[in-house]
């Protein structure tokens, strides 16, 4: 079956403008979260979403960046005013029941380039 | 604070050999320790997870140790292929329920 998908794979920006990252989960998994990984890094978390519950947003880094999911499946990361620190590869992950021993499949991720 | 550590140095063994990485801890009392594969422009790939009553886990070439005590874990590729060349992260439960993930150790297995 299809696994996660993301898109663009690759986003080239110039700072101060905005710009929207798509998540597309695996069918039927409640649970959605967003990491950045910049170069060389670790995964760091950014947003949680399970179900119809309030998302955990306490991973996102400033008031620039908001995350909605739709319908309980596609989502989007948006990053408004960019910032050159901002350059990263956003990864998305699902995962079934979204419990802390449930694996999360990952998506290939967006590489952000601001500029 | 919280950290994980993990060995930021590339490792880099002969094919045929047991690679080894490790996985150290500080300030968690994780009850679930997960590891992952990442190949370079992909995302990372759940490989195991081991519980905190769990001394060690094995699946296949890979086993996985998990000492509460040392606060550390250790992962193990027996018998190591060009093929298992990739960043290898562990990712703990934090305080908040999440998972968060160590900056990984890239393995290079040479021919």
């Known amino acids: 079956g299809a696994g996660v998908s993301q898109s663009p794979s690759n986003k080239v920006t110039e700072k101060g403008k905005d710009v929207e990252l798509r998540c597309d989960p695996i069918s039927g998994h409640t649970a959605l979260y967003w990491y950045r990984q910049s170069l060389g890094q670790g995964l760091e978390f950014l947003i949680y979403f399970q179900g119809n519950s309030a998302p955990d947003k306490s991973g996102l880094p400033s008031d620039r960046f908001s995350a909605e999911r739709t319908g309980g499946s596609v989502s989007t990361l948006t990053i408004q005013r960019t910032q050159q620190e901002d350059s990263a590869v956003y990864l998305c992950a699902s995962s079934s029941r979204g419990g802390y021993s449930d694996t999360q499949y990952f998506g290939p991720g967006t590489r952000l380039t601001v500029l | 604070s919280q950290k994980i550590e993990q060995n930021s140095e590339a490792l880099n063994i002969q094919e045929g050999k047991t690679a080894t990485l490790t996985c150290n801890y500080t300030n968690y009392s994780p009850a679930y320790l997960q590891w992952y594969r990442q190949d370079p422009g992909r995302g990372p790939v759940f490989l195991l997870l081991i519980r905190e009553n769990e001394k060690e886990k094995r699946k296949e070439r890979l086993k996985v140790t998990f000492d509460t005590t040392l606060k550390q874990s250790l992962f193990h590729i027996t018998a190591s292929q060009p093929a298992d060349s990739a960043t290898y992260l562990c990712?703990?439960?934090?305080?908040?329920?999440?998972?968060?993930f160590g900056g990984g150790t890239r393995l290079m297995v040479k021919p």
């Open positions: 990712a703990l439960l934090n305080a908040g329920n999440m998972l968060t």
